[in-house]
């Protein structure tokens, strides 16, 4: 199937706001948000259901928010975001939104489910 495509990165100053979205295509329960800071591992920063259960790590608790649009979902195209508020420089990273393609159901912040990638997208904030 085709990978998730983001879209919505870019430069901005510290306590400015950014928002991604994703286009992801496949019949899937689970999808989410990873990013990857300079030297540092992989890691997941918000997960989704299609059944629009969501949950957000701790350290962008209260600033960031996921989402999905269901107007404009399909069984098979599915529209994810992220809202970035009060953005920090240490939130600095390439941003990917991710899939699971082979599971249905069980929780989806379990960063190991995902198979699917997209090509990331860059966000810089400067202090």
């Excluded at 901005?12 to 992801?24: F, H, M, N, T, Y």
Aim: hydrophobic share 30%; net charge neutral.
């Amino acid at each position: 199937q085709a990978q998730p495509v983001e879209s919505g990165g870019g430069s901005v100053q510290a306590g400015e706001s950014l928002k991604l979205s994703c286009v992801i295509d496949g019949s899937l329960y689970c999808m989410a948000w990873f990013r990857q800071a300079p030297g540092k591992e992989r890691e997941g920063v918000a997960f989704a259901s299609t059944n629009g259960h969501t949950y957000v790590v701790d350290s962008v608790k209260g600033r960031f928010t996921i989402s999905q649009d269901n107007a404009k979902a399909t069984q098979t195209t599915h529209m994810l975001y992220l809202q970035m508020n009060s953005l920090k420089p240490e939130d600095t990273a390439v941003y990917y939104c991710a899939a699971d393609y082979r599971k249905f159901g069980g929780t989806c912040n379990n960063s190991q489910r995902y198979n699917g990638w997209g090509q990331g997208t860059q966000v810089t904030v400067s202090s």
